[in-house]
Structures are given as structure tokens and as C-alpha cells.
Nanobody, 112 residues
């Protein structure tokens, strides 16, 4: 079974940045479409961004222009660079493969 491990979350102030990482086990990472989702307290899990094996990207409207998804196939890792963070970005962030494998999540809190 594929294992995903997110890291990089934390507490930041509005306007600051964070970079999340998600490392995936196995040797098929380069074939996966990878995505980030987030879930705020009391809300459903929402799509944030995705990147295909060909490095095509797609973003939720709420993060366009602020977040950037990227991948390093040599490291089996997908990243989410989050800039200009807002309090409404506060959530647990999860990474996901197109085979519906999920990580445990990493908490991002944006607060002054």
C-alpha cells in the first residue's frame, strides 16, 4: 500500500508563507497525478491544487496566484508553496494520489 507523509505545516501570521511537502512511498510516484486538499474545522475537505505527471497544474480559485504546486520525481515528493497566507487558509492539509491514497495531514494555522 502506498504511504504518504505530509510535513511543513505550522502557525504563521497573515501574509507569511509556508511550504508543505508530501513524500510518497514506492516507485510509481512519477505516474501519479498528485493533489492537495484541505479541511477546515466543521467543513468538508476541499480541493486546493493538483499536478499531473506531465506537470500540468490546476488550482482552486481561492488560492490562484498565491499557491504553487510542484513535484520532484527524484525525491517522490510533491510540494505546495503557500504565499500571502490568510486566516481562511487555516485547515489540515492533505495530499492525495489519483488512486485515492491519502496522507495523515498537516495543520496550517494562519493567525495574528
Amino acid at each position: 500500500q502506498v504511504q504518504l507523509a505530509e510535513s511543513g505545516g505550522g502557525l504563521v501570521r497573515p501574509g507569511e508563507s509556508l511550504r508543505l511537502s508530501c513524500t510518497v512511498s514506492g516507485n510509481l510516484f512519477s505516474l501519479y497525478t498528485m493533489a492537495w486538499y484541505r479541511q477546515a474545522p466543521g467543513k468538508e475537505r476541499d480541493f486546493v491544487a493538483k499536478i499531473t505527471p506531465g506537470r500540468n497544474t490546476n488550482y482552486a480559485d481561492s488560492v490562484k496566484g498565491r499557491f504553487t504546486i510542484s513535484r520532484d520525481n527524484a525525491k517522490n515528493t510533491v510540494y505546495l508553496q503557500m504565499n500571502s497566507l490568510k486566516p481562511e487558509d487555516t485547515a489540515v492539509y492533505y495530499c492525495n494520489t489519483n488512486l485515492n491514497d491519502w496522507g495523515q495531514g498537516t495543520q496550517v494555522t494562519v493567525s495574528s
